[in-house]
């Protein structure tokens, strides 16, 4: 909501720019979450694709090694002359020496590799001296027992067996063992084979690679790492598999890692590999946010580019406001300066001519006014109600008759001289003794009219009766308390006069029956119109409004004498009276006659 009443308070020109802005960034904002996400979930795809394929190049040489294993268990199982030497090593101490020489050939120049041979009958030959490594101790291992169920062709695979030769345990302390019973031509085993190799053969597999590589048993316990020092241990120890999400990405250490898995073909093992998330995408994620980079920064140098030509053509929009608002302050003198050939230039061509025309026709009808106001006021001097004249000179005639006395003679003064001030002075400004007098006449002849007669006080300094001020502005403000404030009954009228700088303060107020709040917010509005409104609005009713004095026409005087500089304020509540407020500029000079 808030948000509308914002929009509705923009210009034109701010809403245009704000919506050509939004057509821009909401799009390109969209476009950019859109590539956010496509290519993060690209990066991601490559990445596992990438690490998968590692783990399929580390799988294949895995499988090279034990392949090799079995290829010669094989090679021994069906070796005839190995087999024969075997059948007849127990009585042949000679064919002893030959299988230790073939054990030792089969090995090859491979020194990671040893084969042991133990027999049923309790021999043992081996490629390696019986001083490093008693074999028949393999008889007291867990897994041997397991080689008694096996067929006559299945390999047993034992993993991560400590290093059973002293001498090469210090550099390869962990072996890969392969196992498997020998048959002759008899149903019952011959012998059982047992192929070893140094674990450091699939350790050194890992190197190269940023992924950190665990090969693992069918139990998850580690059976080869970089790190040696994991071997053996649970690889639930090191993390949580199960919290690997279906992205393949798990936290660990507080940071993303990449988890992705293989199994191997014989014994249930597997490959894992896990690596930072970030530094396997670094050179992906490092070219994609220089390329988010130079989108944001050409979107940011075409917006703007945007605004910077959306102000320039909306430039000449935004003066014509302010030359409006300033027009409409009352600065007619403005002009845009907005010219060209398109729509808008012609506009402000167009709204500049309007206001020429304007200021002349204000200029004509200011002239009429004033020329009007003269003469209204003339007409003014020459009749204020002559029916209200008529009636008092009836009444003095009709007392005269009757009785004669000093009061009737000073009524009858009172009213010849309000007449000769009416008539015969012609000067528009008088000095506030004089309008005084004129209220005091005006005042002793409404008393002698009416049945209940009104009470007037004069609270004004010695210092400020001479204080000049336009004639006959008192009178109406007097005649209105009669009319409307004191109607049928008696009442009291207090003028007031001082000076505050160089503004004479002039109180009129009475103790009538007041006005209501409509009626006084009415009369209110009536006096906030300027000068020129007056003078616009006098033009427009052009001889149609009536030359009635009452406050409106009081203000209307003053305001077309003093503009801005006078005021005038009405404070009134029911059964209260009323109190009219003059604000007079003090030492206004206007000594042209009347027309």
């Known amino acids: ?197 140094s674990e450091s053969a699939i350790r050194n597999l890992f190197d190269g690679f940023t992924e950190d590589v665990y090969l693992l048993d069918a139990n998850d316990q580690i059976l080869s790492n970089r790190n040696t020092g994991f071997i053996g241990q649970s690889f639930h120890t090191i993390m949580d598999v199960n919290q690997v999400n279906p992205s393949g990405m798990i936290q660990l250490h507080g940071t993303n890692q990449l988890y992705t898995s293989l199994p191997l073909r014989f014994a249930g093992w597997k490959l894992v590999s896990v690596a930072p998330y970030e530094q396997l995408t670094e050179k992906l994620t490092g070219m994609y946010h220089s390329g988010l980079i130079l989108q944001v920064l050409f979107a940011a140098g075409f917006l703007i580019a945007l605004v910077y030509l959306l102000q320039r053509f909306t430039k000449p929009i935004k003066v014509l406001g302010l030359v409006v608002q300033k027009v409409e302050a009352g600065d007619m003198s403005v002009r845009s300066n907005i010219r060209g050939g398109d729509e808008v230039g012609q506009f402000g061509r167009s709204f500049d001519n309007m206001l020429d025309r304007i200021l002349e026709m204000l200029e004509h009808v200011k002239l009429e006014q004033e020329l009007k106001r003269h003469a209204e006021l003339a007409m003014l001097q020459a009749q204020i109600h002559p029916h209200f004249l008529f009636n008092v000179l009836s009444s003095i005639r009709l007392k005269l008759l009757m009785k004669e006395d000093k009061e009737n003679a000073e009524l009858v003064e009172s009213l010849s001289s309000l007449l000769r001030a009416m008539i015969s002075n012609q000067l528009e400004f008088i000095p506030l003794h004089a309008e005084l007098a004129t209220i005091k006449q005006y005042m002793d002849l409404m008393n002698f009219a009416i049945r209940h007669p009104a009470a007037v006080f004069v609270d004004v300094a010695p210092e400020l009766l001479m204080e000049e001020i336009p004639r006959f502005i008192l009178q109406p403000l007097i005649e209105n308390a009669y009319k409307h404030g004191f109607n049928r009954k008696k009442g009291t009228i207090v003028i007031r006069a001082q000076k505050t700088g160089s503004t004479l303060l002039i109180t009129i107020k009475d103790d009538g029956k007041g006005m209501d709040d409509v009626t006084l917010r009415q009369l209110q509005e009536r006096l906030l119109r300027n000068k020129q409104q007056i003078v616009i609005q006098s033009a427009m009713l052009d001889g149609t409004r009536s030359s009635g004095i009452g406050l409106s026409n009081v203000y209307e005087r003053l305001k077309l004498i003093y503009g801005d500089l006078f005021e005038m304020n009405i404070h009134s509540q029911p059964q209260q009276g009323m109190t009219i407020e003059l604000h007079i500029p003090a030492d206004f000079r206007r000594s042209e006659p009347l027309v």
Request: hydrophobic share 40%; net charge neutral; proline share 6%.
């Open 1 to 197: 909501m808030r948000f509308l009443q914002y929009l509705h308070r923009l210009s034109l020109r701010q809403k245009l720019i704000l919506t050509s802005i939004a057509c821009l960034v909401f799009p390109t904002l969209l476009m950019l979450y859109v590539t956010i996400v496509y290519s993060e979930r690209i990066i991601r795809e490559q990445t596992q694709e990438k690490s998968a394929q590692s783990l399929q190049i580390v799988q294949n040489q895995i499988y090279n090694i034990f392949d090799e294993m079995v290829s010669i268990s094989n090679f021994i199982q069906f070796d005839p002359e190995l087999r024969g030497l075997m059948e007849n090593g127990k009585t042949d101490p000679l064919a002893a020496k030959q299988i230790t020489t073939r054990l030792e050939q089969i090995a090859g120049e491979k020194p990671d590799l040893q084969l042991t041979l133990l027999m049923t009958d309790g021999r043992a030959y081996s490629d390696y001296s019986f001083y490093d490594w008693d074999p028949l101790l393999f008889m007291k291992r867990y897994w041997f027992p397991k080689l008694a169920s096996l067929s006559a062709y299945d390999t047993l695979f034992i993993g991560a067996e400590p290093n059973y030769l002293p001498l090469q345990a210090k550099e390869n302390p962990y072996v890969f063992m392969t196992s498997r019973m020998l048959y002759s031509d008899s149903p019952k085993p011959l012998a059982s084979l047992i192929v070893s190799r």
